[in-house]
């Protein structure tokens, strides 16, 4: 197949490929352009278990750094789940009105923690916000939980089975400049023009009418000698379909053909 045919299949499926370009641009286009940026700021935590000395006399199968090592990844996967829940919201939104003032709801501070990577012992914590002061006071007032409170939810007493300690606190809050958002437009509506083409391609596939002459040669296997055009107005009312580019997904007997 030539590249000549490709283009015809692509143009006679834009009705298809254009409007997917099209709607895929202009919704890019807004969530990165009109929309105001989002903030993200990152802070890094240790946690690391505090194992009790064992019995006197007490045979030791495994070294007591060991069981610190394999505890402590136990409970970072703990905390990862437990930094998204609402209660540990409720005391970062507490901690914020009574560190800054803010008001923020326990749900608005919830869905600005966006994302946790676990990495051993340590657990990395994105949180993402429509302003930079939101962002910056979240992360601070995070740092401020999990130090002094974090290791309550693993214990029902007094004591402190682990120490969660912040290695890397959140820096300044960073939102995408307007180079890397007009980037993210292009990327987006490439991807949607990428799916549509081949869009395209499965609708010819699936469509097994005979659309030119090269094609009607191709499908038979004798030269064609000669084609009649056909006439615009003749069938119109017939011929016309509500939706032309899923034509190829039905059988022939759904197909109305105009009259000769």
Known sequence: MEFREYWQIIWRRRNVVVPLMAITFIASLILNLVLPPTYKTDTTVYVQAVIPPAAPNTPEYYSPEYYRTVYSE????????????????????????????????AKDVQDSVVKTIRTHRTLKITVAAGSEAMATHVAQAMDDVLQAEGWKYFTRDDRQPVAVNVVDPAHDPTAPGMLRRLLEVLLHTSVAAVVAVGLAFLLHYLDDRIQSDEDAARTLGWPVLAAVPRDPNAGEAEARSLLPAWAGFGPRSWRRTPAA
């Not at 970072?76 to 923020?104: C, E, H, P």
């Open 74 to 105: 136990y409970l970072a996967d703990d905390l990862s789940v437990i930094v998204k829940t609402r209660d540990f919201a409720q005391k970062i939104a507490d901690r914020m009105a009574s560190r800054y003032g803010d008001k923020a709801g």
